[in-house]
């Protein structure tokens, strides 16, 4: 089992589109940004390195339709590790704790200064593995 954040998303009225409902596009920034709520918390209990994580593939399943003024449950989590690269996946629940939508992807981990894939430090590793 691999550690899992919820970051709660509220929808706000400007994530809505012509057909009032949260646009398919919304999603994938709110799974973006359960993302980076997952390394920020492993950046805050580590030092800052140059190693930064890519996405270099996104799946996605909209699953029921979200309007404004809900709250979403999202739930961030790492499903496979490899060597460079790590898949992640995302539950997006509304109020009524149904699923709305859910989403993988896989992120590779490159060094900033020379845009190359690097293993996995040791200590993310053992981050993600503490539940």
């Not at 509220?10 to 920034?29: C, E, I, P, T």
């Not at 690269?85 to 009524?96: I, V």
Request: glycine content about 2%; aromatic content about 10%; overall charge neutral.
């Amino acid at each position: 089992m691999f550690r899992t954040i919820i970051v709660q998303q509220a929808v706000v009225w400007g994530d809505m589109d012509a057909f009032g409902h949260v646009n398919n596009v919304v999603f994938l920034r709110y799974f973006e940004t359960s993302r980076v709520k997952y390394f920020e918390n492993y950046m805050q209990s580590n030092e800052a390195s140059s190693i930064i994580p890519v996405v270099v593939s996104i799946q996605a399943q909209y699953k029921k339709q979200v309007k404004y003024p809900d709250l979403l449950e999202v739930h961030c989590s790492i499903s496979k590790i490899g060597n460079t690269s790590l898949d992640m996946e995302a539950l997006m629940y509304n109020q009524n704790k149904e699923l709305v939508f859910s989403a993988q992807c896989t992120v590779v981990m490159i060094q900033k200064e020379q845009a190359r894939p690097v293993a996995i430090p040791v200590s993310l590793k053992d981050w993600i593995h503490a539940c």
